[in-house]
Nanobody, 123 residues
Framework: QVRLVESGGGLVQAGGSLRLSCAAS????????MGWFRQAPGKEREFVAA????????YYADSVRGRFTISRDNAKNTVYLQMNSLKPEDTAVYYC????????????????WGQGTQVTVSS
């Protein structure tokens, strides 16, 4: 069993930055690919970014590529999402998740989820 806890969300003005963290307990994250998803009110949960076991491979949604950076520190059992140049449309609850598969874009393939952290970007 893996327990994931996100932190770092908050209110920021458009153009600002936030860094989300996802701390894991229960099992090491080093054998899981990790992803970030988000869900805005009235919308479906959508893929944001993912990272391979070693961190050598990263994947991004087109809407965030070039602005967001996913990284991981397996020694600390933590995954990060650095979000720069934030836009109002980035407002959502952000979730981190762990998958034992290589299907990193599809939320249905993730085994463990955090409770989410709210990110609000004001215009």
């Amino acid at each position: 069993q893996v327990r994931l806890v996100e932190s770092g969300g908050g209110l920021v003005q458009a153009g600002g930055s936030l860094r989300l963290s996802c701390a894991a307990s229960g099992r090491t994250l080093s054998t899981y690919r990790m992803g970030w998803f988000r869900q805005a009110p009235g919308k479906e949960r959508e893929f944001v970014a993912a990272i391979s076991w070693s961190g050598a491979n990263t994947y991004y949604a087109d809407s965030v590529r070039g602005r967001f950076t996913i990284s991981r520190d397996n020694a600390k059992n933590t995954v990060y999402l650095q979000m720069n140049s934030l836009k109002p449309e980035d407002t959502a609850v952000y979730y981190c998740a762990a998958t034992g598969t290589d299907k990193v874009v599809d939320a249905n393939w993730y085994d463990y989820w955090g409770q989410g952290t709210q990110v609000t970007v004001s215009s």
